[in-house]
Structures are given as C-alpha cells and as structure tokens.
C-alpha cells in the first residue's frame, strides 16, 4: 500500500469515526446490541472450554495408560464417575496381566450414591486398592488424615467437593447400603472437575456393600513401552471378549466429542444473538445512509468515486464491529466468570470453572468484525451505486 493511499485510508476513518459520532445515541444502541450477543457467544463457548482445558489437564496427569472396560460401555464418557450398571469378573485381571507389554493391572469398582435432595448431593465411590492412589493419583494431596492402607476396611477416603457439600470432616460417618465406612482422609482439592467429587474405598469392601464379589467395572493398566500402548489395548480387546480396552487418549477423544456436541448447541444458540446483532447494524447503517443521500451526493458531485463512498459506509459499519467486539468480549469475560460463581453458589461447590482463552476471544472479536461487513455491504453498495442528480434532489 502506497504512501498516498494510507493517507485515503486514515481520512477515510476519520470520516467514519466523525459520522458515527454526529448520532451517538443511535451509535451506542447499535453498539450495544452487538455487544450483548459476542458477550452471550462468548459467555457459552467458555463452558465447553474450561470443560475440555480442565478435563485434559486432569488426564494427562493420571498414571495408567489403558483403561478397561466391559464390552458394552466400550463408548461412555467418564468412566471413573459412573458404573453403567456393567460389570466384569476379577479373574481376568490375570489374564490381562500377562498380556505381553502390560506392566501392572489396577481393579477397581465404581458407585455413585445419591445421600442428599442437592443438586450435587451425590458421591462417586470407587473401590480399589492402595497402590492405585500410591501409583496412579499420586499428584493427590491430603487436607487431613491419612490415605488407604492395606488390610482397610469400613473406611473411606473422600475429595474435597464431597467433604465440602456432605459437611463431612474426619471420623464422621457415610452410610453405604446400611453400613458405615469412617472418614480417615481428606483430600486438598485437584483442579480437576469430577476428581473431587470421588470418594476411597477399599475394593473388597466396597464389592461387598454391593453384593458383587470378584467383579469389577473398570481395570486401570500402566505399559512398559508407552509407544506400543495403542497395539496393547487392541490386543486386550481381541484377546479377552468380555471386555473393551481403550488409551487415555482415546477415553478423551469420546469425552470431547460429547464436548463438542454441546458446544455445537452452544454456538446454535448465541447465532441467534449474533444474527440479532447483524439487523441492529443493517438498520442503523440503512438508516444512516437513507438520511445522508443528499450529502453524499454532494459528496460525489465533488469528486469523491463510488468506491470512496463505498468505503466510507463499510468503514462506519466495521468501526461499530470493531468496537462492540472489544466490549462484548471483555462482558463476556465478565459473563464466564458469573456462570462459575452462580453455579458455585447453586450447587455449593465450585463445580464448573468457565474459561476465556485467546482463541475464544479472538473468535468473538472476528465474529463481530464480520457481524459489521455483512451488515455494512448492502447500505455501502446501495448508496454507492446511487444517481448524483437523483441524490442532490433527494429531500
């Protein structure tokens, strides 16, 4: 770009930056109502975020590297929360044991419980054995008490959302099936979205409560050589039927494409706020350009071209884009941030944490930058293409 054009180009602006302030209340309101759906857009697609950023994070961060599961829950998401009612027998942890490249095999059961009327009143219970916590959760830190330890029984060893919402402290009771296991530990909260919300408890014991002895719902596995785990797991599925086996990486790929469902509803929801904004911005600049024909008539009948013109009115449109862009995405930080405390407050924990990255606004800020073309493109060429003559008469 030459000298002189950058010269066109910044008077061009000035222009539009002026024209735009001769009618500040209609500018502001058109500002305004872009603003309102990129903070909207903004505020909903940090839910899926902080979901997916938290969730990585936190399996990144677990020790085993397969996870197997009965056949038939081989697609659920979260399989350390939820039981699905399925189940597979002990004895095959021998069997995926000396599997070759398997190192060491993890039994756990899982129950989640329901002790409460809360909207979070419920309790993720797994059963394992003490080396699980020792060798796969060893970033788990203790608030108070101790952890599990071998020949443990009726005890439990519960996170920090479950102390927190059950108002629970050492030695205090939780009934499982008419039976009372003690609170021996405390967890510090992980940063992890469900980690808190698991209670532990001895395997056996917990077997026992439910009257599955010897079965399980789920076998956590570390490999010796981490680039074969993907051949690993296929060999467990093919080699045993009962059971599925799946890399962490592949349990996270199902999670994000339950993720990305509904981030999909999401962003279906705010495209109703962000076509809104494009009509604020088509009628205001319809509107401003029917009230100037005459002015920039006398604006072509002077020398200004059709494209200058054309410019102008695109340039106006983009300024409101751009501005509303800036607002809208600093509201919807401000947006994220009250989803997380109102949930926390709802719920009594801090359940969800709503994240605003870089990429998200940037997309809020692009979003509304082509919210002020779209809306700017036919005014621009509508007056742009006008008859001087017809445009000096125009009253």
Known sequence: MSGAQIKIAMKVVKLAIRNLARRPVRTSLT??????????????????????????????????????RPQETAFHPMPMIETYGATFPQELIDRIRSIDNVEAVYPVFTYT????????????????????????RSYLTLEKGRFLEEGDKYVVVIGAMVAEEQQLSLGSQIKVRGRDLEVVGILRPSGGIFED??????????????????????????????????????????????????????????????????????????????????????????MAVSERVREIGTMRAIGASRGLVFRLILAESLMIGLVAGAVGCLGG?????????????????????????????????????LIGALAGLYPAWRISRANIVESLRHE
């Open 197 to 286: 919300m698991i209670a532990y408890v001895p395997l056996e014991t917990l077997q026992s409560l439910l009257h599955a002895p010897g079965e399980l719902t789920l076998a956590a596995v570390t490999v010796k050589d981490l680039d074969r785990a993907s051949e690993t797991a296929v060999e467990i599925t093919s080699s045993i039927p009962e059971v599925t086996a799946q890399t962490s990486e592949e349990v996270l790929g199902i999670l994000t494409d339950f993720i990305g469902i509904a981030r999909a509803m999401h962003f279906s929801v705010a495209s109703i706020a962000l076509l809104i904004g494009i009509l604020f911005v088509l009628s205001t600049m319809v």
């Open 113 to 136: 419980m329901v002790p409460g009327q809360g909207m979070m009143s419920f309790i993720s219970l797994n059963g394992v054995t003490p080396s699980f916590v020792s060798d796969l």
């Open 31 to 68: 500002i305004l109502g872009v603003t309102v759906a990129i903070a909207f857009t903004v505020g909903l697609l940090s839910i899926s975020e902080g979901f997916i950023i938290t969730t990585n994070q936190s399996i990144a961060r677990q020790g085993e590297h397969i996870l197997v």
């Open 333 to 369: 930080y401000l947006v994220s941030r009250l989803i997380t405390f109102g949930v926390s407050k709802a719920v009594g924990v801090a359940f969800l944490q709503t994240m605003v990255t870089p990429r998200i606004l940037a997309m809020g800020l692009l979003t509304a930058l």
